[in-house]
């Protein structure tokens, strides 16, 4: 239904304008906001950074909005008028429950149609979780996926971790480098080999999938695992299959699917920095790759391949629950 989805101060866009946001048009505003650059400190000899999290707190961003304008564009350039008196609007976006208050920053582009077109407006959201009273996640799943956050298991939040996490988290970050001298008239570089080989923080997408039964639960989940993620400090990220834990801040998110009615759906990643104890324990990982299985060493850095071993090793425990065709993480 277009008419009754998205009111402006009050107004039914729709209905007073001919426009309406048409399917993935509403991924970005609901992504959750970024946080502002975090300070830090980046120690030579130390594996990735220090950094400082003692108040945490939220950008302001810029989004795009796609709607479909209807009658050749008869009503845009009255939208476009009225969303200039004056720089905030408050948007009800009844068709996904969620209000905002946004002001206008361009249009970037029109696709003009004889009956129906599309356009796009940025409107920047500068009130991140405005007015936000915390309320604790509530699901009934009755299963862990392997992935906790602070302790707390994500299918807590009604989450699923998605297939390309694992792969995210193992990863290796980049080395650090040492004191490198290029002289443009010789051949080659001088490079320090006898310093310490550490690694830099990494970003870390981890993918995710929010299920619900209405939207108000489907917020309820996602707002939450929002204000959980920047609190003061650092935070935890467990993984079972590596029987470690990862130091990390949130860092920004990006919405792939987002189906606001019947079937509720919401499909995310989120770009976490792993700040430090950045390598895999002590023990050695059995993980799965394209080729076979590998065994990784202490260091992280070197992998033995044991295909001809793949009866034996199935009945190591150190084996790693591995994600299904169906894209979760198996039990």
Same mark, same amino acid.
């Given at each position: 239904?277009?008419?009754?989805?998205?009111?402006?101060?009050?107004?039914?866009?729709?209905?007073?304008?001919?426009?309406?946001?048409?399917?993935?048009?509403?991924?970005?505003?609901?992504?959750?906001?970024?946080?502002?650059?975090?300070?830090?400190?980046?120690?030579?000899?130390?594996?990735?950074?220090?950094?400082?999290?003692?108040?945490?707190?939220?950008?302001?961003?810029?989004?795009?909005? %796609?709607? !479909?304008?209807?009658?050749?564009? /008869?009503? #845009?350039?009255?939208?476009? =008028?009225?969303?200039? @008196? &004056?720089?905030?609007?408050?948007?009800?976006?009844?068709?996904?429950?969620?209000?905002?208050?946004?002001?206008?920053?361009?249009?970037?582009?029109? %696709?003009? !149609?004889?009956?129906?077109?599309? /356009?796009? #407006?940025?409107?920047?959201? =500068?009130?991140?979780? @405005? &007015?936000?009273?915390?309320?604790?996640?509530?699901?009934?799943?009755?299963?862990?996926?392997?992935?906790?956050?602070?302790?707390?298991?994500?299918?807590?939040?009604?989450?699923?971790?998605?297939?390309?996490?694992?792969?995210?988290?193992?990863?290796?970050?980049?080395?650090?480098?040492?004191?490198?001298?290029?002289?443009?008239?010789?051949?080659?570089?001088?490079?320090?080999?006898?310093?310490?080989?550490?690694?830099?923080?990494?970003?870390?997408?981890?993918?995710?999938?929010?299920?619900?039964?209405?939207?108000?639960?489907?917020?309820?989940?996602?707002?939450?695992?929002?204000?959980?993620?920047?609190?003061?400090?650092?935070?935890?990220?467990?993984?079972?299959?590596?029987?470690?834990?990862?130091?990390?801040?949130?860092?920004?998110?990006?919405?792939?699917?987002?189906?606001?009615?019947?079937?509720?759906?919401?499909?995310?990643?989120?770009?976490?920095?792993?700040?430090?104890?950045?390598?895999?324990?002590?023990?050695?990982?059995?993980?799965?790759?394209?080729?076979?299985?590998?065994?990784?060493?202490?260091?992280?850095?070197?992998?033995?391949?044991?295909?001809?071993?793949?009866?034996?090793?199935?009945?190591?425990?150190?084996?790693?629950?591995?994600?299904?065709?169906?894209?979760?993480?198996?039990?």
């Amino acid at each position: 239904m277009k008419t009754g989805s998205l009111y402006v101060d009050g107004f039914d866009v729709y209905g007073q304008f001919g426009l309406y946001v048409v399917a993935g048009g509403w991924n970005e505003l609901v992504a959750m906001p970024p946080l502002k650059t975090v300070k830090a400190n980046d120690w030579q000899e130390e594996d990735g950074i220090e950094a400082d999290l003692s108040a945490p707190v939220l950008n302001t961003r810029e989004v795009s909005v %796609k709607f !479909a304008v209807a009658d050749e564009f /008869a009503g #845009l350039p009255d939208f476009l =008028d009225y969303l200039s @008196d &004056g720089a905030y609007h408050t948007f009800s976006c009844d068709e996904i429950g969620r209000s905002y208050r946004l002001r206008l920053t361009q249009q970037p582009n029109m %696709k003009a !149609a004889r009956i129906l077109g599309q /356009a796009t #407006l940025k409107f920047a959201d =500068d009130f991140p979780l @405005d &007015g936000y009273t915390y309320l604790a996640p509530e699901s009934d799943m009755a299963y862990e996926d392997g992935y906790t956050l602070d302790g707390i298991p994500l299918t807590s939040y009604g989450g699923r971790v998605l297939k390309g996490t694992f792969d995210e988290v193992v990863k290796s970050a980049a080395v650090k480098l040492n004191l490198l001298r290029n002289i443009s008239i010789l051949p080659g570089a001088n490079y320090d080999g006898d310093g310490s080989v550490t690694y830099k923080s990494k970003d870390v997408k981890l993918q995710c999938l929010m299920r619900a039964e209405s939207l108000d639960g489907l917020w309820r989940n996602y707002d939450a695992l929002l204000y959980d993620l920047i609190r003061p400090g650092e935070r935890l990220l467990g993984v079972e299959a590596l029987k470690q834990e990862f130091p990390f801040y949130y860092k920004s998110c990006q919405v792939t699917k987002f189906e606001p009615t019947g079937r509720i759906w919401l499909q995310f990643s989120l770009t976490v920095t792993f700040t430090h104890d950045l390598r895999i324990g002590e023990e050695n990982i059995l993980l799965a790759s394209e080729d076979g299985l590998l065994i990784f060493t202490q260091d992280n850095t070197n992998a033995v391949d044991m295909r001809e071993d793949i009866a034996q090793l199935q009945s190591d425990s150190c084996v790693t629950s591995q994600p299904s065709e169906s894209g979760y993480y198996a039990e």
